[in-house]
């Protein structure tokens, strides 16, 4: 059960669960509305490696609701085949990153129409450096599609991670960037890292990892599902006010 779904529903909101895979998003909503909590829960099908998927979803999103307060950018592969999108993007950069870019484009009249409204954009991290310490970059100069980024098929476990942290790299450049314009519209921005937690699909391409780092890792600071969704639901629930615009948020850093 997503925490932060679940926490957002019991203040009484509206909350709309979209996700790829359309049973696993109502098989929340249907735990999360047998709570009895104040607000309610729906499923959507969002195909975020599709950007014709994207503006379908925004498009039947503001024809079925009147108002958006609060847009948490949270989906997020890792560990993929290095194989283009069906728009020619590396796929962790145009699932995690840009799929979430243009979902605020084309959500943002309806965010600016329901302020004050904010935006959570969920980074890592690593948008700074990997576990290695190898220093995490991208090339703006580069092609949008790979921003620098090799195009070969065959890819290491440690050049997968490496896709995934320059995806969040520029996720929380892209919410900075946002920040002015936003502002602007009674939208606020914010990036933040939610926490390790190994049972996340993440993982999932390093189960054996995974098991390690679960029966271990409170030693390197891994959370529970509970302990990880906090700076998300901190970045979502407080006065927007207290929050910096464009700011990055983590429990480890600010």
């Known amino acids: 059960l997503d925490w932060h779904q679940q926490t957002v529903v019991r203040t009484g909101a509206k909350v709309v669960i979209a996700a790829r895979r359309l049973a696993a998003c109502e098989a929340v909503a249907t735990e999360i509305n047998g709570k009895g909590l104040a607000g309610e829960a729906f499923a959507a099908h969002l195909d975020l490696a599709s950007l014709e998927g994207v503006r379908a979803f925004a498009a039947r999103f503001t ?5 958006l307060h609060i847009l948490i950018e949270n989906a997020a592969v890792n560990g993929v085949a290095n194989v283009p999108t069906v728009d020619g993007f590396e796929p962790t950069l145009g699932i995690n990153h840009y799929g ?3 979902l605020r484009h084309e959500l943002e009249p309806l965010l600016a129409a329901s302020a004050p409204s904010r935006v959570v954009t969920v980074a890592s991290a690593l948008h700074d450096r990997l576990f290695t310490q190898e220093p995490t970059t991208i090339d ?12 070969d098929p065959k890819t290491t476990d440690l050049q997968q991670w490496m896709a995934y942290a320059r ?3 520029a996720n929380v450049l892209s919410a ?9 519209k009674g939208v606020s921005i914010v990036s933040v890292h939610p ?3 190994v049972t996340t699909g993440l993982f999932r391409a390093w189960p054996t990892s995974a098991l390690v780092m679960g029966l271990f890792g409170r030693l390197i600071g891994v959370q529970t599902t509970w302990q990880s969704v906090q700076t998300i639901l901190f970045c979502a629930l407080e006065d927007a006010n207290a929050l910096e615009p464009g ?8």
Do not use: I
């Open 140 to 151: 703006l100069d580069a092609p949008a599609s790979h921003l620098g980024w090799t195009d």
């Open 247 to 254: 700011g990055y948020y983590s429990q480890y850093y600010n």
């Open 100 to 102: 979430h870019l243009l």
């Open 63 to 67: 024809a079925e609701h009147d108002a």
């Open 176 to 184: 900075k960037a946002a920040a002015p314009r936003l502002a602007s």
């Open 195 to 197: 926490g390790v937690d």
């Open 167 to 169: 995806s969040k790299l």
